[in-house]
């Protein structure tokens, strides 16, 4: 499935949750949610090496100028600053489980 579709899927079920009645509705959509999250997840991984690597050949590029070479830094931090903040907020609500003990043997 590719990005735009899920993006399409998304708008609409944002668009139906106020009209949702029964929690089989809303259990429909959190599957939905949960069955897509590791696509999210890809798609984000996949495609951000590209971006990173198109910044990093435009800031070798010759024509660019001072402003357009802090811009691109700019943009370069505010990715790293998005990602830092996802993964800080998926930490915060999946804490690592406790190690489980072996059995004494």
């Not at 139906?16 to 696509?39: D, G, H, R």
């Not at 070479?69 to 790293?80: F, L, P, S, T």
């Given at each position: 499935m590719n990005i735009q579709l899920i993006a399409t899927f998304?708008?609409?079920?944002?668009?139906?949750?106020?009209?949702m009645t029964n929690s089989q509705q809303v259990n429909s959509a959190v599957n939905f949610i949960?069955?897509?999250?590791?696509?999210?997840?890809?798609?984000?991984?996949?495609?951000?090496?590209?971006?990173?690597?198109?910044?990093?050949?435009?800031?070798q590029n010759g024509a660019v100028t001072p402003e357009q070479n802090a811009a691109m830094?700019?943009?370069d931090a505010q990715i790293d600053k998005a990602f830092d903040d996802a993964?800080?907020?998926?930490?915060?609500?999946?804490?690592d489980?406790?190690?489980?003990?072996s059995p004494a043997g």
């Amino acid at each position: 499935m590719n990005i735009q579709l899920i993006a399409t899927f998304l708008s609409l079920l944002l668009s139906v949750v106020p009209q949702m009645t029964n929690s089989q509705q809303v259990n429909s959509a959190v599957n939905f949610i949960q069955q897509i999250i590791p696509m999210l997840v890809k798609e984000y991984s996949d495609l951000l090496p590209i971006v990173k690597n198109i910044l990093a050949l435009l800031k070798q590029n010759g024509a660019v100028t001072p402003e357009q070479n802090a811009a691109m830094m700019a943009v370069d931090a505010q990715i790293d600053k998005a990602f830092d903040d996802a993964l800080a907020a998926y930490l915060a609500n999946h804490p690592d489980p406790a190690p489980v003990a072996s059995p004494a043997g």
